[in-house]
């Protein structure tokens, strides 16, 4: 009789461990992805304030091209041909 207590005993103190484990896996595949999706997060922020970026120079630059006494037509075809971006 003592030998199957000393067998369940083991059997729990190995199940106790592989939850253990498997509970230090979990967070750590929770924090691998919690970092990755926050890399993936900055990563779009940024290009939305490159694009923001980039707009601004568009409409400053036609707006010294305004200045500069070129019409709104030629200004408008100077973007569309890629000259004034």
Request: charged share 30%; no cysteine.
């Amino acid at each position: 009789m003592q030998t199957q207590n000393r067998f369940f005993d083991d059997l729990a103190r190995v199940a106790a461990g592989a939850m253990g484990t498997l509970s230090g896996v979990k967070s750590e595949v929770e924090t691998r992805i919690r970092e990755q999706l926050e890399r993936v997060l900055a990563g779009m922020d940024r290009a939305q304030r490159d694009a923001q970026a980039r707009d601004a120079t568009i409409t400053d630059t036609e707006a010294v091209l305004g200045e500069a006494g070129y019409s709104a037509a030629e200004i408008a075809a100077m973007r569309e041909e890629g000259v004034a971006a």
